[in-house]
């Protein structure tokens, strides 16, 4: 028996790193038939394998599947809303934001923040292209989410700055990488392991082709060590899975007020004497992202 982590999967046939190497499994009995009625095994879950005896010589069976630390997952499409799982396991959510070209929709990140939270991996905010803005002003920009207590790193994959802290951050961890088009994903990851942005690309490109419905991750080693995975169509990624009233637990800023409002159920909306409307006017809670909040509360966020 031997205990891996799947890579990738298509067709019922996964790719399993195992202490051995890499080999290649396929689900038996009971799984085969969770696959089928919809429960899905997915890149980043830690499985059991048995080999068997066959025509062609040792073939690998996943026999188990380990109970998961962490889970993403995106609505399936259709009118039914059901979750799709996307990669298991992961440590931590790396999003990705240029300072410049394209100009950041912070709105667009602050959901991004929020699914994070949900699925409760720690998110790392990457400001990318620093060298075109300037670093000092990337940082005034994004500093109501360090205030809010997120880690940020500010970054130039071409300039070099801020690439030995970003691989740092990812070497020996299971790292998931999402990000609006054209921030420099590819060119970040070029820099902390030279070809790599480029097999990732080719990746999406080749897994995506006719599927345009279809999220599918593959796990992406590191040479110091962990996992990339690039994980296209996070952004599709829906709050309908999240209790809206729960939002406020998933702004660190909101939450850190919570008990100072005059009513216990306030939804920091409408009601009188609350204290977090009360902080927005005073400066000291962000607006943009109080505004974040109030348009997810009310399903008005424009994603």
């Known amino acids: 028996m031997l205990t891996g ?3 990738q999967g298509q067709g019922g046939v996964y790719e399993v790193e195992t202490p051995e190497g890499v080999v290649e499994a396929s689900l038996r009995g009971r799984l085969k038939r969770d696959e089928r009625s919809g429960g899905k095994v997915v890149v980043g879950d830690r499985v059991d394998l048995e080999s068997e005896a066959s025509g062609e010589g040792i073939v690998w069976a996943i ?32 999003i990705v934001f240029a300072a410049a070209n394209p100009d950041p929709h912070l709105r667009m990140l602050d959901r991004f923040l929020v699914i994070a939270g949900s699925s409760g991996i720690a998110p790392l905010i ?29 970054t130039a994959a071409k300039a070099g700055i801020g690439v030995d802290e970003l691989r740092e951050s990812l070497c020996g961890r299971l790292s998931a990488l999402t990000g609006p088009s054209g921030v420099g994903k590819s060119s970040l990851l070029n820099a902390i392991q030279p070809g790599l942005g480029l097999r990732v690309s080719a990746i999406s490109e080749a897994v995506n082709k006719g599927r345009h419905t279809t999220v599918t991750a593959q796990l992406i080693p590191l040479e110091c060590g962990g996992w990339v995975a690039d ?3 996070l952004r599709e990624l829906g709050l309908w899975e999240i209790d809206r009233d729960q939002l406020q637990f998933y702004f660190p800023e909101i939450e850190r007020l919570l008990g100072g409002c005059r009513y216990p159920t306030c939804s920091h909306i409408h009601e009188p004497d609350c204290a977090i409307r009360t902080a927005v006017a005073a400066g ?20």
């Open 284 to 303: 000291e809670l962000d607006a943009g992202r109080y505004d974040s909040y109030r348009r997810m509360v009310l399903g008005e966020d424009d994603f």
């Open 126 to 154: 990457v400001v990318n292209k620093v060298d075109v803005k300037g670093e000092a002003a990337a940082r005034a920009f994004f500093a109501p989410y360090e205030k809010a207590g997120y880690r940020l790193l500010f």
């Open 5 to 7: 982590t799947i890579r």
């Open 63 to 94: 026999q188990n599947v380990h109970e998961r630390t962490t889970l993403l997952e995106r609505r399936s499409p259709g009118k039914a809303p059901r979750s799709k799982p996307i990669v298991a396991n992961v440590d931590q959510v790396l």
């Open 231 to 233: 994980t296209p169509g």
